[in-house]
T-cell receptor, first 111, second 113 residues
Framework: DAKTTQPPSMDCAEGRAANLPCNHS???????VYWYRQIHSQGPQYIIH???NNETNEMASLIITEDRKSSTLILPHATLRDTAVYYC????????????FGTGTLLAVQP | NAGVTQTPKFQVLKTGQSMTLQCAQD?????MSWYRQDPGMGLRLIHY???????DQGEVPNGYNVSRSTTEDFPLRLLSAAPSQTSVYFC????????????FGPGTRLLVL
């Protein structure tokens, strides 16, 4: 299973873009990159996922490098409510839909 | 839709006691799973189910049992609670095996003394 590496913590000023990096150098060709976040003590929340093309939705953008060994989650205009732990997950293949969580990045949005 | 619901929100047990953590979803999702989260750590998969009548083990299944008699419910049973099972337990569901999004419940906080 491909593993991911994320910085343990990051700060971002409110209203600015938050760029959260993730390394997944052993990712397989058919594995997707998923991002979830967990606001304090709540259940994780899905944000976005992608295979090799950049993706954007109402919450965030996902930029995946051409060699797929790393990706960046972008929150375009961070708010205080975006303070959370962000998990980058490479989805395990097969008929199980399992998610393997690491320790994630604690993003602290500062006023 | 209520989404994924979990009961109880908090529970204190003594070592050796048994209990069942309840999880229900009203979205007609086929896939359901249980995770535990210890302080400062990510979530670890305990058991999962790909449909009614089908369950399988995740990363950390020891000490836990599950069953899936209906699509809606996926209870997690602790047979003989141990302090090492003190954790926050999250239930999740998704539409199908290849579904992009898993929906998580609010969690059950369990303390075993």
């Amino acid at each position: 299973d491909a593993k991911t590496t994320q910085p343990p913590s990051m700060d971002c000023a409110e209203g600015r873009a938050a760029n959260l990096p993730c390394n997944h150098s052993t990712i397989s060709g058919n594995e997707y990159v998923y991002w979830y976040r967990q606001i304090h003590s709540q259940g994780p929340q899905y944000i976005i996922h992608g295979l090799k093309n950049n993706e954007t939705n109402e919450m965030a953008s996902l930029i995946i490098t051409e060699d797929r060994k790393s990706s960046t989650l972008i929150l375009p205009h961070a708010t205080l409510r975006d303070t959370a732990v962000y998990y980058c997950i490479v989805r395990v293949g097969g008929a199980t839909n399992k998610l393997i969580f690491g320790t994630g990045t604690l993003l602290a949005v500062q006023p | 839709n209520a989404g994924v619901t979990q009961t109880p929100k908090f529970q204190v047990l003594k070592t050796g006691q048994s209990m069942t953590l309840q999880c229900a979803q009203d979205m007609n999702h086929e896939y359901m799973s249980w995770y535990r989260q210890d302080p400062g750590m990510g979530l670890r998969l305990i058991h999962y189910s790909v449909g009614a009548g089908i369950t399988d083990q995740g990363e950390v299944p020891n000490g836990y049992n599950v069953s899936r008699s209906t699509t809606e419910d996926f209870p997690l049973r602790l047979l003989s609670a141990a302090p090492s099972q003190t954790s926050v337990y999250f239930c999740a569901s998704s539409l199908g095996l290849q579904s992009e999004t898993q929906y998580f419940g609010p969690g059950t906080r369990l303390l075993v003394l």
